[in-house]
């Protein structure tokens, strides 16, 4: 039998032992904490995307407004809408990766519906950026695409500890399991960022990060819009893009996306259609918090939606026409 | 760039392996590049001013030792003093002097409508600057050679662990390690990952969740209805300040130590003393002694009777307090310490001849008396350290003494509950500390008791935390 009285030793170094017990802890925190915790919905989808085997012919994304609208499809008919609808945090990247792993495990849809406010103009550097991408998409080719894009060495060393730290990926939850409190909101994930934008900043790295931000040509959101675009057109998907709902006398105040971009983009992918009749202004009463629709809302907006997504379904729209149909639509 | 953040991380190391593998000079070129980007990190407009600074007072030193005349000594020390100083007086203290100006004249009338200059705090100046007058002083005593080599002298200013927050290293302590060339050893970078491990544990998880209890605006005037959270805020902000600024000092010298620095110790456990002369041997070693070498004893020290004794003793407290900011609240916290510094020589005065205590119950029991008591004049002291104005502070103090509320109610339990995962390994290390002396010697504990004890810290950090982690508090004074 070895001996064991290297562990009396003081001049064993500690290192090597250090890496083989963090190393097994968090082998098993990453085979017990995921199924045990989740903070929001993105959480969410990732796991069914990874377990559930159903093969949707329409996938339904979206903003937190998507998800609020597409809920009844989740709940009722889970096999025939993949709602991978989420909120507005996890930006362009985060849809396409969602729809990347989506089409890694099931069958191609013949349609992707987004239904949300502006989805473009932005650059990973929101409020729940952390929470909601750096934290959730870390897969290896998803943090090489991110560092490509961000081209933060910070941004993606973050990423890459929420990869090999499962035990910091849940360390809210964890708070909370040992004391029953956090220090942090679990469904942002703290979110208490310093104030910026009103003093100018002088910190020669994060004027370099700007001036590199400032040179970027397309923002990152629009960036994955079009390589979401470019991987629907490749596998021969459709996109309908459909404005969210917006209360009458905020109309002019919400992050409007910029039509005529996309309009440029329809008339270079032929696989975009841009449902712009299908966006709906509600009386102000109808949005409790100014942007998500009320119960009466939503049966108003279903009234209006529903029939075009049952239409998409079942390939009824204009656009299949001239395609020649793979499989009869089921009954509703 | 904060020491607890993921772009100090990518720096360090970075910089560390440049290190390494550099040769004589280089490890010196190095270091300085690397702290003067670690500077214009914050704020890279300031750089010219710690050039200009260090390029004053490196010149002058040498002048000062070239000249054999005491008017020419004389001479060089105050051109540095005055650059030195009238840097700091000027960003520092200008708008402080003006408004106070403003405000007297106010109570006369008058009214100038003069509303100051916009001006920002260049980060560390403080510090810089005493590094800086320590080195000429002592040249001018004769105590300490100037260095030649401009290269090891602009390190020792700027040196990135350093340059922030302190230590406020001498120059005789540090130069001559700048001058040799430094082979690191594995050691060492034992030694200073350790500390770089506890001192992020002393400051994420320890200062910054406190930080969350003693910002409940207890110190800026809403005191709680229940008196025992509002001194349960006072408790937390003790100990906040201490674990934030003793968790930066361990910081400090665990990256200088992994880079083959050794810079002074800056805190020994300061709570478990139990009279003001040794929590100032124990707090903020580096500022008091430079107090006391440099203020104090030019003053006069306690060679010259009781009452100018006392009288020095205040000054340098006074003048210590407004080191830390241009406000009234801080002068108030240092002439409060000055006044239980001279409270404290006239006690023992006043007991020196009595009998001490034979029986060691009783001993033991004044002894934890006297600790007890010396705690809270300590936190009276930080109410006013932290408090937004004199007025928040008094009227706090007020509620304390008024009596009122003690109730374990829901937010004294959620306060414990918050804290009990972290306090108790910060007290036991401290308990250590204060036993031993030596907190390096968890490095040559048997190997199973070493990784036990790291990976409670790394799993401590992991887990609890804080996201978003405020700036050390210390970085802008």
């Given at each position: 039998m070895p001996s064991l009285s290297f562990i009396q030793?003081?001049?064993?170094?500690a290192l090597p032992w250090i890496l083989l017990f963090v190393a097994a802890i968090e082998m098993v925190m990453a085979r017990q904490l995921p199924d045990r915790f989740s903070s929001h919905e993105v959480d969410g989808l990732i796991r069914d995307i990874q377990h559930n085997r159903y093969n949707p012919r329409v996938v339904l994304l979206g903003d937190s407004v998507g998800y609020q609208i597409f809920q009844p499809f989740r709940e009722k008919w889970p096999n025939r809408f993949a709602a991978l609808a989420s909120n507005t945090g996890i930006e362009m990247a985060g849809q396409y990766f969602l729809i990347k792993r989506h089409l890694q495990r099931h069958e191609d849809p013949h349609a992707v519906i987004f239904l949300g406010l502006n989805p473009l103009g932005l650059n990973l550097d929101q409020k729940l950026t952390e929470n909601y991408v750096q934290r959730c998409f870390t897969q290896w080719n998803e943090i090489a695409e991110l560092t490509r894009a961000k081209k933060s060495l910070p941004f993606s060393t973050r990423i890459i500890i929420y990869k090999l730290f499962t035990s910091y990926k849940y360390r809210l939850h964890l708070q909370k399991k040992i004391t029953g409190r956090t220090n942090a909101d679990i469904y942002t994930g703290g979110g208490k960022r310093k104030a910026s934008g009103k003093r100018k900043d002088y910190g020669i790295f994060r004027l370099i990060q700007a001036s590199l931000d400032e040179r970027r040509k397309t923002p990152i959101s629009d960036e994955y819009f079009v390589r979401l675009l470019k991987l629907l057109k490749s596998r021969g998907i459709k996109l309908y893009y459909i404005p969210a709902p917006l209360p009458s006398s905020e109309h002019s105040t919400h992050i409007l996306p910029p039509l005529n971009f996309l309009r440029d983009l329809a008339r270079e992918y032929d696989n975009l259609y841009i449902m712009e009749e299908l966006q709906m202004v509600l009386e102000d009463e109808r949005f409790g918090d100014g942007t998500h629709p009320d119960k009466e809302g939503l049966v108003r907006i279903h009234e209006k939606l529903d029939q075009f997504l049952w239409d998409v379904r079942s390939k009824e729209r204009p656009e299949y026409r001239n395609e020649k149909k793979t499989a009869e639509p089921e009954s509703r | 760039m904060e020491f607890n953040s993921i772009d100090f991380a990518i720096f360090f190391v970075i910089v560390f392996l440049c290190h390494a593998f550099a040769r004589n000079k280089w490890q010196n070129r190095i270091l300085l590049i690397a702290s003067y980007l670690f500077y214009a990190s914050w704020d890279w407009r300031f750089t010219g001013l710690i050039l200009l600074s260090t390029s004053v007072d490196y010149l002058c030193g040498i002048q000062i030792h070239k000249a054999t005349g005491v008017s020419s000594r004389r001479f060089f020390l105050a051109v540095s003093l005055v650059t030195d100083i009238g840097i700091l007086a000027f960003f520092k203290y200008f708008n402080f002097f003006t408004d106070s100006l403003n405000n007297l004249l106010h109570v006369f009338g008058l009214n100038t409508g003069y509303h100051g200059l916009n001006l920002a705090l260049p980060l560390g100046i403080s510090f810089y600057t005493f590094r800086a007058m320590s080195y000429i002083i002592d040249i001018y005593r004769k105590q300490q050679e100037p260095t030649k080599d401009f290269t090891a002298f602009a390190l020792f200013i700027a040196f990135f662990p350093h340059v922030v927050a302190g230590p406020i290293e001498r120059a005789s302590h540090f130069i001559p390690q700048a001058l040799s060339f430094r082979r690191i050893s594995y050691n060492s970078v034992a030694q200073g990952s350790f500390l770089i491990m506890y001192g992020l544990f002393q400051k994420v998880v320890v200062a910054e969740n406190l930080a969350i209890i003693a910002n409940n605006g207890t110190f800026d005037?809403?005191?709680?209805?229940?008196t025992l959270t509002a001194l349960l805020a006072i408790y937390a902000y003790a100990f906040q300040i201490y674990c934030d600024f003793a968790g930066y000092s361990n910081m400090a010298r665990g990256t200088a130590a992994c880079l083959g620095f050794d810079l002074m110790v800056n805190f020994r456990t300061p709570y478990f003393c139990s009279n003001p002369r040794e929590f100032w041997k124990r707090w903020h070693i580096s500022l008091s002694t430079w107090l006391r070498d440099y203020l104090y004893i030019p003053l006069g020290g306690s060679r010259n009777g009781v009452n100018a004794t006392l009288r020095n003793l205040m000054i340098t407290m006074l003048i210590g307090g407004l080191w830390h900011g241009a406000a009234w609240t801080f002068v108030f916290w240092g002439g409060y310490h000055g006044f239980l510094l001279v409270s404290q020589r006239l006690y023992d005065k006043w007991t020196g001849s009595m009998n001490a205590l034979s029986n060691p119950f009783t001993k033991t029991l004044w002894a934890a008396i006297k600790w007890l008591f010396f705690f809270h004049l300590i936190c009276i002291g930080w109410i006013f350290f932290r408090a937004s104005s004199l007025d928040s502070a008094i009227s706090l103090l007020q509620a304390l003494f008024a009596g009122g509320t003690f109730a374990i109610d829901a937010g004294v339990s959620d306060i414990l509950a918050k804290i009990i995962p972290f306090m108790p390994v910060a007290l036991a290390v401290d308990l250590y500390e204060r036993k031993t002396d030596d907190l390096l010697s968890v490095t040559s504990w048997p190997l199973a008791a070493r990784v036990f004890t790291y990976l409670l810290l790394f799993y401590e950090f992991v887990i609890f935390g804080v996201n978003n982690a405020q700036s050390f508090i210390y970085t802008k004074f």
């Amino acid at each position: 039998m070895p001996s064991l009285s290297f562990i009396q030793s003081s001049k064993s170094p500690a290192l090597p032992w250090i890496l083989l017990f963090v190393a097994a802890i968090e082998m098993v925190m990453a085979r017990q904490l995921p199924d045990r915790f989740s903070s929001h919905e993105v959480d969410g989808l990732i796991r069914d995307i990874q377990h559930n085997r159903y093969n949707p012919r329409v996938v339904l994304l979206g903003d937190s407004v998507g998800y609020q609208i597409f809920q009844p499809f989740r709940e009722k008919w889970p096999n025939r809408f993949a709602a991978l609808a989420s909120n507005t945090g996890i930006e362009m990247a985060g849809q396409y990766f969602l729809i990347k792993r989506h089409l890694q495990r099931h069958e191609d849809p013949h349609a992707v519906i987004f239904l949300g406010l502006n989805p473009l103009g932005l650059n990973l550097d929101q409020k729940l950026t952390e929470n909601y991408v750096q934290r959730c998409f870390t897969q290896w080719n998803e943090i090489a695409e991110l560092t490509r894009a961000k081209k933060s060495l910070p941004f993606s060393t973050r990423i890459i500890i929420y990869k090999l730290f499962t035990s910091y990926k849940y360390r809210l939850h964890l708070q909370k399991k040992i004391t029953g409190r956090t220090n942090a909101d679990i469904y942002t994930g703290g979110g208490k960022r310093k104030a910026s934008g009103k003093r100018k900043d002088y910190g020669i790295f994060r004027l370099i990060q700007a001036s590199l931000d400032e040179r970027r040509k397309t923002p990152i959101s629009d960036e994955y819009f079009v390589r979401l675009l470019k991987l629907l057109k490749s596998r021969g998907i459709k996109l309908y893009y459909i404005p969210a709902p917006l209360p009458s006398s905020e109309h002019s105040t919400h992050i409007l996306p910029p039509l005529n971009f996309l309009r440029d983009l329809a008339r270079e992918y032929d696989n975009l259609y841009i449902m712009e009749e299908l966006q709906m202004v509600l009386e102000d009463e109808r949005f409790g918090d100014g942007t998500h629709p009320d119960k009466e809302g939503l049966v108003r907006i279903h009234e209006k939606l529903d029939q075009f997504l049952w239409d998409v379904r079942s390939k009824e729209r204009p656009e299949y026409r001239n395609e020649k149909k793979t499989a009869e639509p089921e009954s509703r | 760039m904060e020491f607890n953040s993921i772009d100090f991380a990518i720096f360090f190391v970075i910089v560390f392996l440049c290190h390494a593998f550099a040769r004589n000079k280089w490890q010196n070129r190095i270091l300085l590049i690397a702290s003067y980007l670690f500077y214009a990190s914050w704020d890279w407009r300031f750089t010219g001013l710690i050039l200009l600074s260090t390029s004053v007072d490196y010149l002058c030193g040498i002048q000062i030792h070239k000249a054999t005349g005491v008017s020419s000594r004389r001479f060089f020390l105050a051109v540095s003093l005055v650059t030195d100083i009238g840097i700091l007086a000027f960003f520092k203290y200008f708008n402080f002097f003006t408004d106070s100006l403003n405000n007297l004249l106010h109570v006369f009338g008058l009214n100038t409508g003069y509303h100051g200059l916009n001006l920002a705090l260049p980060l560390g100046i403080s510090f810089y600057t005493f590094r800086a007058m320590s080195y000429i002083i002592d040249i001018y005593r004769k105590q300490q050679e100037p260095t030649k080599d401009f290269t090891a002298f602009a390190l020792f200013i700027a040196f990135f662990p350093h340059v922030v927050a302190g230590p406020i290293e001498r120059a005789s302590h540090f130069i001559p390690q700048a001058l040799s060339f430094r082979r690191i050893s594995y050691n060492s970078v034992a030694q200073g990952s350790f500390l770089i491990m506890y001192g992020l544990f002393q400051k994420v998880v320890v200062a910054e969740n406190l930080a969350i209890i003693a910002n409940n605006g207890t110190f800026d005037g809403h005191i709680p209805g229940n008196t025992l959270t509002a001194l349960l805020a006072i408790y937390a902000y003790a100990f906040q300040i201490y674990c934030d600024f003793a968790g930066y000092s361990n910081m400090a010298r665990g990256t200088a130590a992994c880079l083959g620095f050794d810079l002074m110790v800056n805190f020994r456990t300061p709570y478990f003393c139990s009279n003001p002369r040794e929590f100032w041997k124990r707090w903020h070693i580096s500022l008091s002694t430079w107090l006391r070498d440099y203020l104090y004893i030019p003053l006069g020290g306690s060679r010259n009777g009781v009452n100018a004794t006392l009288r020095n003793l205040m000054i340098t407290m006074l003048i210590g307090g407004l080191w830390h900011g241009a406000a009234w609240t801080f002068v108030f916290w240092g002439g409060y310490h000055g006044f239980l510094l001279v409270s404290q020589r006239l006690y023992d005065k006043w007991t020196g001849s009595m009998n001490a205590l034979s029986n060691p119950f009783t001993k033991t029991l004044w002894a934890a008396i006297k600790w007890l008591f010396f705690f809270h004049l300590i936190c009276i002291g930080w109410i006013f350290f932290r408090a937004s104005s004199l007025d928040s502070a008094i009227s706090l103090l007020q509620a304390l003494f008024a009596g009122g509320t003690f109730a374990i109610d829901a937010g004294v339990s959620d306060i414990l509950a918050k804290i009990i995962p972290f306090m108790p390994v910060a007290l036991a290390v401290d308990l250590y500390e204060r036993k031993t002396d030596d907190l390096l010697s968890v490095t040559s504990w048997p190997l199973a008791a070493r990784v036990f004890t790291y990976l409670l810290l790394f799993y401590e950090f992991v887990i609890f935390g804080v996201n978003n982690a405020q700036s050390f508090i210390y970085t802008k004074f």
